[in-house]
Every structure is written in C-alpha cells, then in structure tokens.
C-alpha cells in the first residue's frame, strides 16, 4: 500500500515504476523477464475494436504468434525439400501447441469471465470501445490488465469508477492473486484486505511499515509517543546541564565541572520527533430536528430515451437512518439522489418531503460547478452572509484553506482542493438531511477518515451513494439496493449485505445442482 496525503507524490512514484515517467535521477531496475501491469487514475484510450476484442488485443504476443504461424504455413506450402518440410511440420506443431496454451491462458472465455465479473453484459461485450462511457473504459482497461497477468500490477485508485457489486468482485480476484502489487487506494477497508506492506510519504521522508494500513497506524503513533518520551527526557537532561553551567561556569571552583557539563551539552543527540500533516477537521453543526418522515416517494417513473431506470419506486425514510444506495453503474443511484434533492423530476409519481426537513446535496458535479473565476472566499462567502468574515475563515480553516489560500481562484485547484469547497459550502448551511454523491471522490486517505468521523457525530439523517467499502460499513444503518427499477431495502452495513447476498447466490447454485 503506497500512502500519503494528496500532492505527496505517489501517483509519480507510481508513474516512475511503471516507466511511464522518468525520475530526474537514479534508476528503476526490474528482474529480467518480469512483466508489470500499470491502471493510472484516467485512461488515455483503448485499443479500436469491441470490447473483447479490445482487452485481448492488451496482451503482448499474440499478433507475432499468428505472423508466426502463416510464414511457416505458407513456407511449408511453397517447400518440395522433404526433411525442410518435416522441420517445417514440427515447427508448426509447436506453434499450434503454444498458440493454444496462449488461449487457454490469455483466450476469449477467460476474457469474459474478467469482463463479467467487472460488471459487463453478455451484449456489452461486442460493443465498440469507443461507445463506453469513461467509467467503463477504465473497467475496460483493468479487464486487459487482469488478463495481462503481470508479475506486478500497479494499480492507483482502482475501486475509483467500481460500483458495489463489482468491488465485492475485484476484492475477491486480487485476494486470490498471488501476483505482487502496489496498490493506492482512499479506501481504508479495501486496503486492509488487500495489503501486507505500507510505504508511507511522510514529512521526514519515505518509510516502510510491516502489516497492513491498521498496522502501520498503530505503528506510527506508537514511533511518536516514543519519540517524543525520548525528546522531552533530552530537553530535560539539557536543562539540568544548562542550568549547572549557567549556574558554576564562572565559579573558578566549579569551571572544570562547567566545562565537562558544556562538553555533555553538545554530546547530546538531537532527537526529531515526528511531524504530522494537517488533515481536516470539523464537525457539522447541530442541526434541527426534523418530523419522523423525512422523504416519501410514491409511485416513481423515470425513463431516459428507451431506458426505464425506475418503474413504480416506492420508499421512505425515516429521521435518524443512515441509508447507502447500492447498485450497479447505471442502475439509477444518482438519478434516485438527483430526484429526492429536487434537481430532477420523476416522469410520474411524487418525491415529498417531511415537515421542517431543510437538505444539504453533496455530488461530484457540484464541485466541478464552482465558478472558476471566484476566489475560494468569494465562491463560499455569500452562503454566510448573516455570519462575520472571521466565522467563515474559520470554516475554510478546517478544511485545510488558511491565511492567504483563501485568495486562490477556483480554477487553479486540484480535484482534491474543489472537493473541500464544496464540502465546506456544505457546512455553511446546516441541513438537517445530508444527500451525499460519491463524497470521498478526490479525497486522500485521511481526509476520509476524517469526513466519516464527522459524519458519524451529525445529528440528522443521511442518504448517500459511495463506492468505498469503509465509507459505507462505518456509517450505513440500511443498504437500499436499486436494480431493475425496483428498490429493496437491506437493514444492516455492507458487510452484513454482501454476506446475504452470497448466502442466496450459494443457494441459488444448490438449486441449479440439485
């Protein structure tokens, strides 16, 4: 697991071990016929063809294989030489032999099994690449990079563009991989399960940790109390020298002892303790208490084009739950949070809201609709117009914008940067039902954290769409699964889910066997 807040570089580091970036100095050395596979956070493009073909054509060797084949088939055709004609035969047999363990291996069944279990159907499969949406690509891509099997797969933010039922799925594949990784991930569940080694991007320099990311935090704050025992017993000890020195120095009795002592006194080790980055940090504020109902949706439609996404959804959703949106990509997750936020109407049906409800609507787009000319004091500013100036400081304070930041234009941030904006705007306007799209989108691994802690502590109630494993156990009351245009509610976390939809999956299959 390669760790480290946002702008620390692992993304680079990533990027120069995969030799899609050179470092200014020193060298990358791998072992001689090592393979490694590298998924970067966005894809440039895949191959031109269907899907299938597309992720097959990914693995080296094959088009050489049938170059190969046809020269020797056409020499073999062209030879009237009758040992040249045996050598020919065997060196075809050869070729056929390897072109098959080829597709046993890297073939079209295997290529599918990857692409469903990545969450395509069996019609997306002879879909032109160029028709996928950029979520799918990226799936698209790590289908080709699982098919590849490499001896290293480097993968930066790979659960980024899965829905639920598909990262259950890549969970399990690369559980079951014995291939080495390096793996970036804001998901904290996700990593624990997936690695054995942490290298961390600290402010004193890059470390290494045994064990997974509960490991390696229990072992770094164990290294600063530590280090901080030993640094205040070393303040203490130069004390006591200082103070004899400044005391006796000039005594003639005691000069020999004050020079001994001053001898000591640069003897002694400079202990550095460990400096921490600044994470956010924040609470929402208390909010007011809503009626029991909190939203009731009645015999919701909504279709787009030829695509029904919901066909008479029925809910409700009471003060107090905290309930995660599950599906798969395009099952309508956002759609249902669009509509109950009120920026969408249902094409039938009614989305009402309860007595002295006041929401708060939290999306990925959201943050990419901030003014890009605004200052970041500008943009949020006017959402606390009742409040002094020094109030909304604070607020953008805890979100990691101090002093002179708080000038920087819009458009000159990072994802990570915009994605604080808008979460700050959030907290400007105390809503008594949060709506959350995707939220920790761009955030680092501890700005998570950080956002489920406070999430934790609000008082009012939650609806919200994630694809992060330790986002949704930590803080979901019920899993609202969206599938078919039907809704089903689940009481429990994810954990609990997952594990009932296996248990009636096996049932299933004892079915189909019995």
């Known amino acids: 697991g390669l760790v480290g ?27 001689r016929r090592a393979r490694a596979g590298y998924l970067p956070q966005e894809i440039a493009g895949l191959p031109e063809g269907t899907v299938v073909e597309a992720v097959m054509s990914t693995v080296p060797g094959r088009d050489s294989l049938e170059v190969r084949l046809k020269d020797t088939e056409a020499a073999l055709a062209g030879s009237s030489d009758e040992e040249e004609q045996l050598e020919l035969a065997q060196t075809l047999a050869d070729l056929h032999a390897e072109l098959d363990d080829f597709e046993n291996r890297y073939g079209r069944h295997h290529a599918e099994r990857i692409l469903k279990g990545l969450g395509f159907k069996d019609a997306d499969l002879s879909k032109p690449t160029q028709a996928l949406s950029g ?6 891509a790590l289908a080709g990079l699982l098919l590849q099997d490499p ?10 563009h899965l829905d639920v039922p598909t990262l259950a799925w890549f969970d399990g594949f690369l559980r079951r991989s ?37 490991d390696y935090k229990r072992q770094r704050a164990e290294e600063m109390v530590l280090l901080q025992a030993r640094a205040e017993k070393v303040e203490q000890r130069r004390a006591e020298l200082q103070g004899f020195i400044d005391r006796f120095g000039a005594k003639a009795t005691k000069a020999k002892q004050a020079q001994s002592r001053a001898k000591m006194l640069a003897k002694l080790e400079k202990v550095q303790v460990l400096e921490e980055r600044q994470t956010m940090k924040f609470r929402f504020p ?35 739950q905290r309930i995660a949106v599950v599906g798969a990509n395009g099952a309508g997750k956002t759609t249902l949070l669009k ?39 500008e943009e949020v500013r006017p959402l606390a117009a009742d409040k002094p100036e020094s109030y909304v400081r604070g607020v953008l304070g805890a979100f990691l914008f101090s002093g002179d930041d708080v000038e920087k234009p819009i458009g000159v941030l990072s994802g990570g940067e915009r994605a604080r904006v808008a979460l700050a705007k959030l907290l400007l306007i105390p809503s008594n039902f949060l709506l959350m799209d995707e939220p920790t989108n761009h955030l680092d691994l501890d700005s998570s954290e950080m956002l489920i802690e406070a999430l934790k502590l609000y008082g009012g109630t939650l609806l919200f769409v994630s ?22 509610s689940h009481a429990g976390n994810l954990d609990e889910y997952l594990y009932h939809q296996e248990q009636l999956r096996l049932t299933a299959e004892g079915a189909d066997t019995g």
Not at 135 to 140: N, Q, S, Y
Not at 196 to 201: A, K, M, Q, T
Not at 467 to 488: M, Q, Y
């Open 5 to 31: 807040a946002n702008g620390t570089g692992k993304s680079s580091l990533m990027k120069i071990i995969a030799g899609a970036s050179l470092p200014d100095g020193g060298t990358v050395q791998y072992s």
């Open 135 to 140: 979520g799918w690509r990226m799936r698209a």
């Open 151 to 160: 001896d290293l797969l480097l993968l930066d933010e790979p659960t980024n």
């Open 178 to 214: 014995n291939k080495a990784m390096v793996l970036i991930s804001h998901d904290r569940d996700f990593l624990n399960r997936q690695i054995n080694r942490v290298v961390s991007l600290e402010m004193e320099g890059v470390r290494e940790y045994a064990g997974n990311y509960e």
């Open 286 to 320: 208390e909010v007011e208490r809503s009626g029991r109902d909190v939203v009731l949706m009645e015999d919701i439609t909504k279709r787009y084009g030829a695509l029904t996404v919901y066909d008479g959804l029925n809910a409700r959703l009471e003060r107090g």
């Open 339 to 377: 509509m109950v936020a009120g920026e969408l109407a249902p094409d039938s049906g009614k989305v009402t809201l309860g007595h002295n409800v006041v929401v708060g609507y939290y999306a990925q787009h959201h943050a990419d609709k901030l003014d890009r000319r605004n200052t970041i004091i």
């Open 467 to 488: 694809h992060n494993r330790s986002f949704i156990n930590n803080l979901c009351t019920h899993v609202w699964e969206v599938a078919d245009g039907k809704l089903t």
